[in-house]
């Protein structure tokens, strides 16, 4: 044998216990990263079954028996059925509308360099929420909208449009323009090479954009607390009804934030490879 197979193998027989443990190490790193983001959602369904006694109960953590009678509250005393109505009613027109401006505006952004465009839309996410809402309550009371989804649409779309329009353009970058070109070559103006070649090609960013939109518009409170009424409140803000000034009904509480995030955890089970491929495929040129 050789000396440079023997150095060979003594240098592989060294770096395996490094593989080994650093594995071991990364296994137990995500174990941990994925107990601490799962531990919070099992103790909220847990809770749900449970009775305001037994949450309170160190002893009832996981020997209790289950009960539906919270969720029944939910569905029957507090009609949280018409509140999923009204967060489906808002946050698909907020969405819709933030497709319909945002994608053409990500893609003068994208195509003619506007980049303080950009900066600036964004902005708006740093702008605290709570400073718009004097202005707007008296603004939408005067022309007698406050309490209505045209409202709550309204503002709703100061969330998602910024959120549509910094995807979609950093989406449209990564387009060849040589694309456009050659339909234009072809006989196509700059819209239908818009509409033919782009487009098409911008599926996966679009499928990011609206879940990303919708879900950021489902699980907003502070506008609809305000703006909105006992008709169209939306389900952030319903949950509040199982809070009072002298107790808390823990059950009903759990129950109602499993309806609210199960809609949202689904969507985005589902929509996982389309969430990845449209949050990456911007990320180069070309």
Same mark, same amino acid.
């Given at each position: 044998?050789?000396?440079?197979? +023997? ?6 027989? *060294?770096?395996? =216990?490094? /593989?080994?443990?650093g594995g071991a190490a990364r296994a137990i790193g995500i174990v941990l990263v994925v107990c601490a983001f799962i531990a919070p959602l099992l103790w909220?369904?847990? @809770?749900?079954?449970?009775?305001? #006694? ?23 005393? /507090? ?5 999923? #109505?009204?967060?489906?009613? %808002? ?8 497709? %319909?401006?945002? !994608? ?6 994208? *195509? ?11 902005? @708006?996410? !740093?702008?605290?929420?709570?400073? #718009? ?8 009371? /005067? ?8 409202? $709550? !649409? ?12 910094a995807i979609m353009s950093s989406f449209f970058e990564g387009i060849p323009e040589e694309l456009e ?11 239908? &090479?818009?509409?033919?070649? +782009?487009? =098409? $090609?911008?599926? =996966?960013?679009? &499928? ?26 939306? #389900?952030?803000? &319903? ?8 107790? %808390?009904?823990?059950?009903? $509480? ?17 929509? /996982?490879?389309?969430? %990845? ?10």
């Amino acid at each position: 044998m050789s000396a440079v197979t +023997v150095s060979s193998a003594r240098g592989r027989s *060294r770096r395996r =216990p490094v /593989q080994i443990v650093g594995g071991a190490a990364r296994a137990i790193g995500i174990v941990l990263v994925v107990c601490a983001f799962i531990a919070p959602l099992l103790w909220m369904l847990l @809770a749900s079954l449970k009775t305001n #006694l037994e949450i309170v109960d160190p002893s009832k953590t996981f020997d209790f028996t289950p009960t539906l009678d919270n969720f029944g509250t939910v569905f029957g005393a /507090q009609a949280f059925g018409s509140f999923i #109505l009204n967060s489906v009613v %808002v946050g698909t027109g907020a969405t819709l509308i933030a497709l %319909v401006l945002g !994608i053409p505006a990500a893609y003068g952004i994208a *195509r003619f360099r506007v980049k303080r465009a950009t900066t600036f839309l964004l902005m @708006a996410r !740093i702008i605290p929420g709570v400073s #718009l809402l004097v202005p707007w309550y008296f603004l939408f009371s /005067q022309i007698q909208l406050v309490g209505t989804y045209t409202v $709550l !649409i309204l503002t709703h779309i100061f969330v998602t449009m910024p959120l549509v329009v910094a995807i979609m353009s950093s989406f449209f970058e990564g387009i060849p323009e040589e694309l456009e070109e050659a339909a234009q070559i072809d006989g196509s103006s700059r819209i239908g &090479a818009f509409l033919r070649v +782009v487009l =098409p $090609l911008s599926v =996966p960013g679009i &499928a990011t954009a609206t879940i990303l939109a919708f879900i950021f518009s489902w699980n907003n409170f502070l506008f609809a607390l305000v703006l909105s009424n006992q008709d169209t409140r939306t #389900l952030p803000v &319903a949950i509040v009804n199982f809070t009072s000034y002298a107790s %808390v009904d823990w059950g009903g $509480l759990m129950a109602a934030a499993v309806v609210i995030t199960l809609p949202v955890m689904v969507i985005a089970l589902i929509a /996982q490879k389309y969430v %990845v491929s449209g949050l990456t495929a911007g990320a180069t040129k070309g």
